[in-house]
């Protein structure tokens, strides 16, 4: 079994940065790609940045590419998102995901290949 526990969100000013951290645990996560996808009140859940098992490739939305980072560190089992110059549409509940081996890595974009979710945490950028 994997869980995840997301952390690093809060409240801050237009222009900002936040640092997303997901702790994973499980055996073989390793071998997981992941991937944060992010939810704002009354729309679908939206794909934000994905990253692969070993970190070679990555992936972001249009809307957050330039200006977040994904990474992961394997030894330390954590996922970490770096979001700078936030802007108000950037506020949402940012979720951690882990995708299995059950689908490619260039189905990482699509929610509905992920296997595990961690609880979310909010992030909320004013203007």
């Known amino acids: 079994q994997v869980q995840l526990v997301e952390s690093g969100g809060g409240l801050v000013q237009a222009g900002s940065s936040l640092r997303l951290a997901c702790v994973i645990s499980?055996?073989?996560?390793?071998?997981?790609?992941m991937g944060w996808f992010r939810q704002a009140p009354g729309k679908e859940r939206e794909f934000v940045s994905a990253?692969?098992?070993?970190?070679?490739?990555?992936y972001y939305s249009d809307s957050v590419k330039g200006r977040f980072t994904i990474s992961r560190d394997n030894v330390k089992k954590t996922v970490t998102l770096q979001m700078n110059s936030l802007k108000p549409e950037d506020t949402a509940v940012y979720y951690c995901?882990?995708?299995?081996?059950?689908?490619?890595?260039?189905?990482?974009?699509?929610?509905?290949?992920?296997?595990?979710w961690g609880q979310g945490t909010q992030v909320t950028v004013s203007s």
């Open positions: 499980g055996r073989t996560w390793t071998t997981y790609a």
């Open positions: 990253i692969s098992w070993n970190g070679d490739t990555s």
């Open positions: 995901a882990a995708l299995s081996g059950g689908a490619p890595f260039t189905a990482a974009r699509q929610s509905q290949h992920y296997d595990y």
